[in-house]
């Protein structure tokens, strides 16, 4: 998917974009769970430390 986004997006790799964790998954309501980047660096986006599972949009 992140190949096909940074083809078809204005600014290739650089194009901004956020990720989305859904409430239920984080168990947590109180807190949105929101982080933000570029394409070129989505690695860094999955990988947050302290959720355990993918986010739910990009």
Known sequence: ??????EHSPQGAG??????????IVQNFEIG???????????VLFGNPE???TPSNL
């Open 1 to 6: 998917m992140i190949r096909f986004l940074t």
């Open 15 to 24: 194009t901004p974009c956020l990720t989305y964790y859904n409430p239920i």
């Open 33 to 43: 769970h929101v982080r933000s980047g570029r394409l070129r660096g989505t690695q």
């Open 51 to 53: 959720i355990l599972y």
